[in-house]
């Protein structure tokens, strides 16, 4: 199992260790008395990364670029963790809550952008980036992470999530991770890949830097 980022902790919640970030509850998790609260594997993909024990590279306080950040559950608690999160969403209902998820956390940007499009936000977000997680659950998925990729450092870190069926309903699954790792390479080499079943069906956990 490799280390959590300084931030994340497993901590004790109804009787079980449940990993855990600091901060205001989001999603209606639980939250202990010095204010950790449960991150909620079965609804986070990332969280889904970190119980699987995939190396992330992440060790707290980094920048990130979230993409797909929805109405907020898993970026809140990147937040919690990490430096400045610049929070992707194009949809504008979620934003509406991720604003609210913001309020209460300064470090958090939430832009209403489409993630295929990176020059809309690129004179927002810093350059340099640590990481960039992903998790649009769309088709081309692997277009996106390219496209997107000149926001990294060079020794960055890209987290995605592919999700199969967004790319080919009928495919098998193992089919439709070959063409978009494939695709991915274009820009990134791929660090450690991991099916996420247990808490996702037919979701692929990526690590990947940039080449
Ligand atoms: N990551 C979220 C979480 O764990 O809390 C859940 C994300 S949900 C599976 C996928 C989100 O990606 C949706 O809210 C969808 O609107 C968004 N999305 C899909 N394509 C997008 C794009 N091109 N640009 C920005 N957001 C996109």
Known sequence: M????????????DGRERLSTRGETVYGEPRDAEGWRAWDAG??????????????GLVGGETVLYLGAASGTTVSHVAD?????????????????????????????????????????AHVV????????QDVATRGQATVANRNRRFLRDDGRLLAVVKARSEDVTADPDDVFEDVLAELRDSYEV??????????DDHLGVVARPK
């Open 2 to 13: 490799t280390d959590l980022p300084d931030g994340v902790e497993r901590r004790p919640f």
């Open 43 to 56: 609804r986070s993909k990332l969280g889904a990364m970190f119980e699987y024990g995939m190396d992330t």
């Open 81 to 121: 963790f990490a430096g400045p999160t610049y929070a992707v969403e194009f949809a504008a209902r979620p934003v509406r809550d991720l604003l609210g998820v913001a309020e209460d956390r300064e470090n958090l940007f939430p832009l209403l952008k489409d993630a295929r499009k990176p020059e809309t936000y």
């Open 126 to 133: 810093e350059a340099d980036l640590d990481c960039i997680v």
């Open 191 to 200: 660090l450690e890949t991991t099916r996420l079943d247990r808490f996702h």
